[in-house]
């Protein structure tokens, strides 16, 4: 059964950095997509970042210059840091799994994590 645990998630005051990580258990496909998503109450799940199984990465122009993405495939293991963290980039943050392609559509993705918070000050 697959599994995707999101941790990292915390207060922080504008400027400020975190690090969010996934953990992914029982999943072993050699072609996919993993990526990020938040959501703010009262409006659509979007999509952060994505990364393939090449490598290839795709941000949300909000994220763009502050954001990275990274792997762990010894852990199993997805990182997003977090830099020069905005009040807009409150949200809760969903890890997201798929074979195949990335898809920019939450719904797409056949396994999600439950979500970690991040809030940021001003």
């Known amino acids: 059964q697959v599994q995707l645990v999101e941790s990292g998630g915390g207060s922080v005051q504008a400027g400020g950095s975190l690090r969010l990580s996934c953990a992914v258990y029982g999943y072993s496909y050699s072609n996919y997509c993993m990526a990020w998503f938040r959501q703010v109450p009262g409006k659509e799940r979007e999509g952060v970042v994505f990364i393939d199984n090449d490598g290839r990465t795709s941000f949300a122009d909000s994220v763009k210059g502050r954001f990275t993405i990274s792997q762990d495939t010894a852990k199993n293991t997805l990182y997003l840091q977090m830099n020069s963290l905005k009040p807009e980039d409150t949200a809760m943050y969903y890890c997201?799994?798929?074979?195949?392609?990335?898809?920019?559509?939450?719904?797409?993705?056949?396994?999600r994590g439950q979500g970690t918070q991040v809030t940021v000050s001003s």
């Open positions: 997201a799994a798929n074979a195949g392609g990335c898809r920019r559509s939450w719904v797409e993705y056949r396994y």
